[in-house]
């Protein structure tokens, strides 16, 4: 049930662009991205809800694509403060109102 | 606004000793969530409440870990008794609503260590 992330981990040079994707093996109804960085809380970023939905905040952009059950986060010329692991949250249809399952991060060092 | 706060943020204890970690959600949230986080499991959920009321324990590991939120400002994770493999990081989020779609906020996190 949890979600799968990939890759599990990436290594950019400041400008470069980088995906992480997020894969369900059950129907989702929204899913919700995080960013955490070394020794501190999750924080969020952004959440999608509808099949085909995009969204960005700064220079970070997501989709969701519903029929396939996954989502992709785009960095686009990265900078050294994107650096940290990414985590997608998925909240399914069968499952608890409101409730995140999480994958287990996408390690993301953003190096000069 | 004040966030998510969480005391203590480290705690060392040895092994069979009882631990109490505290959460206070943001002002006017309804739903307060306990995780914890391990390299090899990552962010697992372990409780949530709504409006105070458990709605779903299913998480909690075994009998030694008890939740409890006696009002809408504050809530605890007790572990008794500790042991070594109980060593993660615990996090206590909250969000606005207990519908769907919502935001998760997350406390800054307790450390724990069991030796």
């Not at chain 1, 900078?79 to 069968?94: A, D, H, I, P, V």
């Not at chain 2, 008794?81 to 769907?100: H, K, L, M, Q, W």
């Amino acid at each position: 049930q949890q979600p799968v992330q990939s890759p599990q981990a990436v290594i950019l040079r400041e400008g470069e662009d980088a995906v992480i994707n997020c894969s369900s093996s059950k129907a989702l109804y929204s899913v919700h991205w995080y960013r955490q960085k070394h020794g501190e809380a999750p924080v969020f970023l952004m959440i999608l809800l509808k099949g085909g939905e995009q969204k960005g905040h700064e220079k970070i952009s997501a989709s969701f694509n519903e029929k396939k059950q996954q989502s992709s986060l785009y960095l686009t010329a990265s900078q050294l403060s994107y650096s940290g692991t990414y985590f997608c949250g998925t909240e399914t249809y069968g499952g608890s109102q409101g409730n995140l399952i999480f994958g287990k991060g996408t390690k993301l060092s953003v190096k000069p | 606004d004040a966030g998510v706060i969480q005391s203590p943020r480290h705690e060392v204890t040895e092994m069979g000793q009882e631990v109490t970690l505290r959460c206070k959600p943001i002002s006017g949230h309804n739903s307060l969530f306990w995780y914890r986080q391990t390299m090899m499991r990552g962010l697992e959920l372990l409780i949530y409440f709504n409006n105070n009321v458990p709605i779903d324990d299913s998480g909690m590991p075994e009998d030694r870990f008890s939740a409890k939120m006696p009002n809408a400002s504050f809530s605890t994770l007790k572990i008794q008794p500790s042991e070594p493999r109980d060593s993660a990081v615990y996090f206590c989020a909250s969000r606005p609503g207990t519908g769907r779609s919502q935001t998760q906020y997350f406390g800054p996190g307790t450390r724990l260590l069991v030796l």
